[in-house]
């Protein structure tokens, strides 16, 4: 299926619901330090959708064999990649960098965004780890523009990773977002050679088309393992990972970041 492109008045829509999300991060952002629970930090944004009239798109998910999710949330600390389900047994400590991504409905639309913040005190290498994944996001964004490939989002992601020196996660990509939270493209972090065995559909660039774009890099080797939770990813050799996400609409203008405040 083909992406759905977009009216004005449905974007505007996506930006309100942006927004939403971006308060949501805000008042997370404010709260982290050491010592707070990532359920905390889940009962935080969801009062902030609530407040505004926005339901959590994660609560109640349950794609293919996963048992539904049971979060606002997902909060990831130091290791894990995406997907960590929140708990009050899971405190923040000095020197953790912790990943939370949230997406909400607003008006039958979806907003979508993830950041990755550091609690207290980080080491240089987490601090460069983070701000690496920030330029590569920064430089897909850059890439989303009309006459562009899905391709070129995703080889501007890679690239980015590269040359500061971190792999990407390749089995989980972004997406597209609209009325579903998952809709196409698929927005890859690496673009395969034509031999490989993983393909994706190279969608045209044009305008209306909305969709998350998220880079996952890691400091180590790329291999990942799925928790007994049915949930939380974490890399195999325990090495750090960064997370950013914004939702982006495609414009005759340039790139539209609908999740910013």
Known sequence: MAPVLKT??????????????????????????????????????????????????????????HPPYPATITACINQELVHGI?????????????????????????????????VGEISRSARRLM??????????IAASVVGNRISDVAKATAKSAARSGYSVAREY??????????????VPNWWPGKKSKVQWQDYELLPGMTYAIEPMLI??????????DGWTV?????SLTAHFEHTVAISEDGPLVLTLP
């Open 219 to 228: 400091a180590g080797r790329p291999d990942l393992m799925e928790l007994a």
């Open 86 to 118: 929140p708990s009050a047994e899971r405190i923040l400590e000095e020197g953790d960098i912790v990943s939370v991504d949230v997406a909400c409905f607003y008006q039958g639309y979806v907003g979508d965004a993830a950041f990755t913040h550091p």
């Open 8 to 65: 004005t008045d449905e974007l505007k829509i996506m930006r309100a619901a942006g927004r939403i999300v971006a308060a949501a991060h805000e008042e997370m952002r404010r709260a982290i330090a050491p010592g707070l629970t990532t359920k905390a930090l889940d009962t935080l944004a969801l009062t902030v959708l609530r407040d505004h009239g926005a339901d959590p798109c994660f609560l109640g998910y349950a794609p293919g064999d």
């Open 131 to 140: 701000k690496a994944t920030e330029n590569a996001l920064a430089a897909a």
């Open 173 to 186: 990509t972004g997406h597209g977002v609209g009325q579903a939270m998952h809709e196409e493209p698929q």
């Open 234 to 238: 974490v890399t195999k050799d325990g």
